[in-house]
């Protein structure tokens, strides 16, 4: 299974960009990478995801670099209600191979500090 | 459209005593998943299911049991419960499982205490 690693804990202050890592070195080549954020008490959410090119929506930003071993999340400006711990997934294919399940590692911590 | 939902919010089970954490989804999605996610953990696969009548095992199946009798709805039943299924419980869906951009939904868990 791909496996991926990133730092338990991260600050930023209220309004400003948030950049997230990612290692996923042994990512193969049809692997998409894919994040979500879990607020507290609540459920995960989906938040991004990408292949090669970095890629952007409403929520962030995900720069991949170009040997697809590393990714970044980014955060334009981050707001207190961004304080969530955000995961960092290459999915696993289910056992009979009819799709996929999401890896969950530990994630990220981030804490917003006015 | 009200997403993924689950209930109970909470519950307190005694040691032995059995259960069914209701989860529903109004997507028409085909693919359900039930996780659970132990303090400080990630979330970790229990059962899944690919569409009615259709489940299989994840990575931590043993002590539940699953059924799926329509598209909407994907039950997770806990026969004797154990100290060690506390836990909180989410249940997900997606609707283009298979699919390498598939995201998943996820409901707003079931938080069980087993004492």
């Known amino acids: 299974d791909a496996k991926t690693t990133q730092p338990n804990s991260m600050e930023s202050n209220e309004e400003e960009p948030v950049h997230l890592p990612c290692n996923h070195s042994?990512?193969?080549?049809?692997?998409?990478i894919h994040w979500y954020r879990q607020l507290p008490s609540q459920g995960p959410e989906y938040v991004i995801h990408?292949?090669?090119s970095n890629v952007n929506n409403r929520m962030a930003s995900l720069a991949i670099a170009e040997d697809r071993k590393s990714s970044t999340l980014i955060l334009h400006r981050a707001t207190l209600r961004d304080a969530a711990v955000y995961y960092c997934?290459?999915?696993?294919?289910?056992?009979?191979?009819?799709?996929?399940?999401?890896?969950f590692g530990k994630g990220t911590s981030l804490l917003v500090t006015p | 459209n009200a997403g993924v939902t689950q209930t109970p919010k909470f519950r307190i089970l005694k040691i032995g005593q059995s259960m069914t954490l209701q989860c529903t989804q109004d997507?028409?999605?085909?693919?359900m998943y039930w996780y659970r996610q132990d303090p400080g953990m990630g979330l970790k696969l229990i059962y899944y299911?690919?569409?009615?009548?259709?489940?299989d095992k994840g990575e931590v199946p043993n002590g539940y049991n699953v059924s799926r009798s329509t598209t909407e709805d994907f039950p997770l039943r806990l026969e004797l419960a154990a100290p060690s299924q506390t836990s909180v419980y989410f249940c997900?869906?997606?609707?283009?499982?298979?699919?390498?951009?598939?995201?998943?939904?996820f409901g707003p868990g079931t938080r069980l205490l087993v004492l």
């Open positions: 990408g292949l090669t």
């Open positions: 997900a869906s997606t609707g283009l499982a298979g699919a390498r951009q598939e995201t998943q939904y």
């Open positions: 042994t990512i193969s080549g049809t692997d998409y």
């Open positions: 299911s690919v569409g009615a009548g259709i489940t």
């Open positions: 997934i290459l999915r696993d294919r289910l056992p009979t191979n009819s799709g996929y399940a999401l890896n």
């Open positions: 997507m028409n999605h085909n693919y």
